[in-house]
């Protein structure tokens, strides 16, 4: 945020400036209650509220995550106020609790009031530092400090979502054993099909017996692999090709039959 | 001082401390200047008084004492001429927004702190902040809390101190001083 | 000259233009001092010989007439103590390259992991780089991966832990930690 905010008119409109000069719900509260728009003993919320909504309707462009900023402040203090109404609670419990969601409120503001100094100090300072300039160093930007935590895994992230991307755009066909969590992609009928043709052609010209072990060591990789096994189930299914294992855990024996 | 016409004798150490300061791309330290120097501790403090005391006179450049070393700045007398010479003095502006300074300001105060205890203090989010000052080095991921979650912990770094011209943190006010130091008078987008 | 006891007295133009000199990154010629300053360029040639010979009375800085303009350099005087500066004490206030500091990662979240690992995920060979992480301390060699060629595994030492500031390499960022802190809002002006 570079913009400077707009000088305020001293009397009246003492709150309306500049959007984006605030740094949040509790600065703006802060204000209100500082001008003496709102009482600070007690803050009505109903106030408040009205306040805003006002000063919204004042400032032209006002972002909506700004709005929301404040709005989720409101919520938060509304919830209070239901809570308080609630026809479950007794009488008693209800008065406590709309007291506890203005005290809370004003709790929120005494905690934040000094970091919100705090923060017109560090504006101050950098102010004042900002008169001096250094010598410009022949480094570039392009040199991390060492200790840098953030920069260090924000490249590693970066680093994984750009293989994500690479692996994802080149061909799935990466060999069996390379198992990088990825799915590959589920082999379609037209794969299915075409190796049904391959594996009729294969037993058909074979006069030697086909196995399973035999025909899984040709395959480049796990989808080869997968489109082989669906393969040979559907041609089982259709009578093309017998399938039998001698013993178990034994080797699979594929023979085709032959059509009449 | 020369200005004063009062005569000011450099020492032939003062020359090396000088020039260090000239070159050194971070605050050094006066220990550093010293092994450097070849000079104890005590003298290299005693040339960097005497720097110091010549540069206030009337000179374009300045000693400053920051982030626990020494580092030669432009005088603040002459920023306007400085800060419109090229592109290379603006370039060496942090420009942080009022919100990006608060959140700065609890975790300056509140260090190691987490986002979420950041957050309640300010009552808003405070994410796309933090991403703005950890890119710009002004704090770093100091590991993580212990508890539900174990979230990360931040911290300010040198280069704040640097930025905000402070010697360490402790040189800020405490936080419960702060009205005198700041007043209330101040408005929003200082 | 201040060093023979003559009395030397600084304009404050000559502030200006000694600044100047100070921030600028290649030579300045006279006009543009003499513009910046609002000088004649009568008047700045005047200034950078009063400066020159300021300078050249026992200071650890010089000005230097280059390249059709003006520059700041150190003086040849103290030419070892720089030289000296540059080698150690700069050096240990290491800043790695974003070569380094990528493979570094790959290292601290994927390890043990191998060199030709390490150049499967950034794309790039990283030998030298490797070199340079193990001269910092930062990673180490344990031991090798069985299998074809057994090459060497690289593991992150405490130091690495130390510098970083974690307490162990599972406190290291996860994805969910900096997209708390990127957030998905692009609201403007933070």
Known sequence: ?260 | MCRSGEPFFLEPSDAVVEALLFIAVDPVSTRELAEVAGLSVASAEKTLERLKRHYSGGHGLALLSVAGGWQMTTSPSVEEAVASFRETAQSQRVRLSKAALESLAVVAYDQPVTRSEIEEIRGVRCDRVLDTLLRYGLIRIAGRKKGTGNPLLYRTTSRFLEIFGLDAISSLPRLEDLEEVVGDDDGPGE
């Not at chain 1, 006002?62 to 900023?69: D, G, K, L, M, Q």
């Not at chain 1, 101050?124 to 260090?152: A, T, V």
């Not at chain 1, 060591?217 to 489109?227: A, F, P, S, Y």
């Open chain 1, 1 to 260: 945020m570079t913009r400077e905010t707009q000088p305020t008119a001293p009397e009246s409109l003492s709150f309306d400036v500049d959007f984006d000069g605030f740094s949040g719900p509790l600065d703006l509260l802060c204000l209100l209650v500082e001008s003496r728009e709102i009482e600070a003993a007690s803050v009505p919320l109903a106030e408040v509220i009205h306040r805003y909504a006002s000063f919204l309707l004042r400032s032209r462009e006002v972002p909506i995550s700004r709005a929301a900023e404040f709005l989720a402040l409101a919520a938060r203090l509304l919830l209070g106020k239901i809570r308080a109404l609630f026809p479950d609670r007794s009488c008693e419990e209800a008065v406590e609790n709309q007291e506890e969601a203005e005290e809370d409120l004003l709790v929120l503001l005494e905690r934040y009031r000094p970091y919100r100094r705090a923060a017109a100090l560090l504006a101050r300072l950098q102010k004042e530092r900002e008169r001096r300039f250094l010598r410009p160093s022949e480094e570039g930007p392009l040199f991390y400090d060492l200790g840098d935590l953030w920069s260090l895994s924000l490249l590693w992230w970066e680093r994984i979502a750009a293989c994500r991307n690479r692996r994802s755009e080149t061909v799935v066909d990466d060999g069996i054993g390379h198992d990088d969590g990825i799915p590959e992609v589920i082999p379609d009928e037209v794969q299915v099909e075409r190796r049904m043709a391959e594996l009729a052609l294969l037993v058909a010209d074979e006069v030697e017996e086909w196995t399973l072990s035999r025909l899984i060591r040709r395959e480049r990789g796990r989808i080869d692999l997968i489109v082989t096994l669906l393969a040979l189930l559907e041609m089982s299914r259709l009578g093309r090709i017998s399938l039998k294992q001698e013993e178990m855990l034994g080797d699979v024996q594929i023979r085709g039959t032959v059509l009449s």
